[in-house]
Nanobody, 127 residues
Framework: QVQLVESGGGLVQAGSSLRVSCAASGRTFSTYRMGWFRQAPGKDREFVAGCSWSGDRTYYADSVKGRFTISRDNAKNTVYLQMNSLKPEDPSVYYC????????????????????WGQGTQVTVSS
């Protein structure tokens, strides 16, 4: 069982940066692949970024590639999403997710492929 708590959301200006964090409970954090999703009002939740157990393998949605970076610190049971050059279309509730798998698990983007979810943190971008 993993419990996830996001933090770090807020209101920022377009073009600026923001880092959101997700703290996980449990001693098995390092054996879960981690990811970030987002959901805007009236839209489906969509994949943003994911990483493997160690964080050495990362992958991104095309809409954020080159601007967002996912990373994790297994010693702190925390995963991060660094968001640079924020755009007006980026505002959403950002959700952290954890998924079971093997050390090389990679490339999961569908909601059904993730086992645990946080409650979300709101990111708002002003133009």
């Amino acid at each position: 069982q993993v419990q996830l708590v996001e933090s770090g959301g807020g209101l920022v200006q377009a073009g600026s940066s923001l880092r959101v964090s997700c703290a996980a409970s449990g001693r098995t954090f390092s054996t879960y692949r981690m990811g970030w999703f987002r959901q805007a009002p009236g839209k489906d939740r969509e994949f943003v970024a994911g990483c493997s157990w160690s964080g050495d393998r990362t992958y991104y949605a095309d809409s954020v590639k080159g601007r967002f970076t996912i990373s994790r610190d297994n010693a702190k049971n925390t995963v991060y999403l660094q968001m640079n050059s924020l755009k007006p279309e980026d505002p959403s509730v950002y959700y952290c997710a954890a998924g079971s798998g093997t050390r090389g698990s990679y490339g999961y983007t569908r909601l059904s492929e993730w086992n645990y979810w946080g409650q979300g943190t709101q990111v708002t971008v002003s133009s």
